[in-house]
């Protein structure tokens, strides 16, 4: 055993000092005391008429000698050295996602990681220095380093549980930036309090990152919702199809019911039951008279309730107007025409840059002038875009993308090309269909523009007699239909910020918080796009401009957060991995414990007193 105040043993002289007043010859004076059990045997014993008597055996006097001891015991600041030597910094990590409200643990994993650490603020002595890092949608510095314990307890209490994912690389790049250039004899420590669902994070596998685990969490009962969307019913254009996704993350078969909601009405309600470990797709119809906000429920009580719902705003489709520019390709009309809401001209080339359409096809044509809005390029090129065209003959379809929204459901297996332009994917897209010397297909957004760029003629191919041709058009119609980009803005992760692009001058604007007071945004008069950060909290906010009143929702929606099973490790690579530590904290102090007994055996003597009087 240690002690961090060795010095308060001073205060051990007053022992004696008690001894000798038992010593000295009192003059008795009548007093009332709230407990006599002790003082009457005491004055029933002593009647010494000397200055200085005998010292008898006295429990009195005990209880006194004990109580003294142990409140020096208390000052003097005893503690356990364990095997984990005192850092010259550790950098606390407090993981503040939305699994961390989890209630497996009391009263959730948040409040048990933040006792945990606060613990560690208590164990600092000497010059040890810490830092308080929030890790939640954002990283946040609560508190640079400092060897005051009051401001890093004020700095952990400060801290907020969000219903965001985990983000933990930021908050580890920041750590390991503190900790790089300090001396490793000096013990620097990185302490991640976390029920440790992260990604695994490959860049820190070589940095020999001086980590330490402390998991919370003990269960992993959860049924949430992971994904939710909201389409016209391609069976009955005058409804909505509302899908939704809930899986079932807890060891055992559970029960529930799926409400859905339009702006706070009631539409169904439908029982379902989902195995462990599987997902269950619903697929609702309802009719929508007006835009509006489509909410999916659960009512199951389960450990993690921000993932029992979810909203998205629907809005009612529009015609969408569409320009193809071709020489003669009557399958691809064929295939636009289909669609509903599209509204097809026709053309042989392209001479206004800011055109009225909501997008325009290239097909096999150079357009005069490039238009500005989004694009389907087929089989032409803007130089522009990207460089070092080339020329490929036969190139044979290896690999799509299936994931991206312009291939669901559009695979192209058994898909022949005669010909095809080639060029290295560009910084702003992303490869959609690859063959093995370059990619075939990509998308992306440039600036605001949204571009898909084929590199093949479809009429040099079979995939216009595919099932999968049609289905990538009307994917590339949703996709290019700019109301449905705006329509996707609507609808933003937890945590991440809302961008709204302004066709005004905007002096403010009013968004109103799910639950809180409206919030005034004071906008440039230059800018071009409404930035709103503070979406910490899932719901549906709402936003008044002038006279314009819409809304946007925020969701977790995300699958790996819902699944709030503990894990014993943190990934750090292929190699690497942080397992879930039970080392104790260093300069275990145990003065609380000290200071208790003493109140204990004060609150005895008060016990025993009333007990004997009763």
């Known amino acids: 055993m240690h002690f961090l105040a060795p010095i308060a043993f001073l205060f051990a002289a007053s022992i004696p000092v008690v001894i000798v007043f038992y010593l000295l010859k009192r003059k008795r004076v009548v007093k009332l005391v709230s407990s006599t059990l002790l003082w009457q045997k005491y004055l029933a014993e002593t009647q010494a008429s000397a200055p200085f008597q005998k010292l008898r055996k006295n429990w009195l006097l005990i209880l006194q000698i004990i109580l003294l001891t142990l409140v020096v015991l208390a000052l003097a600041r005893p503690y356990f050295a364990t095997k984990a030597k005192p850092a010259q910094l550790r950098v606390v990590i407090l993981d503040a996602s939305a699994s961390m409200q989890a209630t497996d643990e009391t009263p959730s994993r948040f409040e048990k990681a933040r006792a945990e650490a606060l613990k560690w603020v208590d164990s600092l002595a000497g010059n040890d220095q810490m830092v308080v890092l929030q890790a939640g949608a954002n990283t946040e510095v609560k508190q640079s380093a400092t060897s005051e ?16 994912p985990t983000r933990l690389v930021p908050a580890l790049k920041m ?35 001086p980590l330490i685990f402390h998991r919370v969490g003990k269960d ?24 939704a996704s809930v899986a079932n993350f807890s060891t055992n078969s559970q029960q529930t019911d799926v409400e859905l909601y339009l702006d706070d009405r009631l539409l169904e309600t439908r029982p379902i039951t989902i195995p462990a470990g599987e997902t269950s797709p619903q697929v609702f119809l309802a009719a929508q008279p007006r835009d509006g906000v489509f909410t999916v429920k659960l009512t199951l009580k389960d450990d993690l309730a921000v993932d029992n719902q979810a909203s998205i705003v629907s809005l009612l489709p529009k015609p969408v107007n569409v320009l193809l520019v071709t020489k003669g390709n009557r399958l691809l009309e064929k295939a636009l025409r289909a669609l509903p809401n599209v509204q097809l001209a026709m053309a042989t080339d392209s001479t206004d840059p800011a055109t009225s359409f909501d997008f325009v096809v ?39 993308k299936s994931a991206h929204p312009l291939l669901r459901y559009a695979g192209l297996d058994n898909v022949q090309v005669i010909q095809s332009l080639s060029a290295k994917t560009p910084t702003w897209a992303t490869s959609l269909v690859e063959a093995p010397q370059a990619p075939l297909m990509f998308a992306g957004e440039l600036g605001r523009q949204r571009i898909i760029w084929i590199g093949f003629d479809t009429l040099e191919s079979n995939w216009p007699l595919r099932v999968s041709f049609p289905i990538f ?4 119609v949703d996709w290019l239909n700019p109301a449905n980009a705006r329509n996707g803005q609507l609808l933003v992760k937890a945590g991440d910020p809302f ?23 004071t906008l440039d008069p230059n800018a071009s796009e409404l930035v709103y950060g503070d979406t910490l909290r899932q719901g549906v906010y709402r936003v008044r401009m002038g006279t314009n009143d819409l809304a946007f929702c925020v969701n977790l929606l995300d699958a790996a957060e819902s699944n709030i099973k503990p894990h014993e490790a943190v990934d750090l690579g292929k190699y690497t991995k942080v397992t879930a530590t039970t080392k104790q904290r260093a300069n275990m102090e145990l003065w609380r ?11 005895f003597e008060w016990w025993y007193y009333h007990r004997r009087t009763v």
């Open 175 to 209: 750590a390991e930036s503190l900790v790089r250039d300090l001396d490793p004899k000096t013990n620097p420590e990185i302490h991640l309090f976390s029920d440790g669902a992260v990604p695994q994070m490959d860049e820190f596998e070589n940095k020999a990152l």
């Open 220 to 243: 992993s009962n959860n049924v949430g919702i992971t994904a939710l969307d909201v389409r016209s019913n391609p069976e009955d254009p005058r409804q909505r199809a509302v899908y």
């Open 593 to 603: 414990t000290i200071a208790a007994l003493g109140l204990g055996m004060l609150l």
């Open 149 to 164: 314990k009051t401001a890093l307890r004020r700095a952990l209490q400060a801290c907020v549980c969000s219903d965001g």
């Open 473 to 476: 058009v009307e994917n590339a």
């Open 499 to 521: 961008r709204l692009a302004l066709t005004k001058t905007i002096a403010s604007a009013q968004i109103t918080p799910p639950g809180a007071p409206a919030r005034t945004v």
């Open 362 to 400: 290239l097909d096999c044509v150079t357009p005069t002038v490039w238009p500005k809005g989004n694009v389907l390029a087929i089989h032409v090129v803007n130089t522009n875009w990207v460089s070092g065209v080339t020329q490929l003959e036969n190139p044979p379809i290896v690999d799509w």
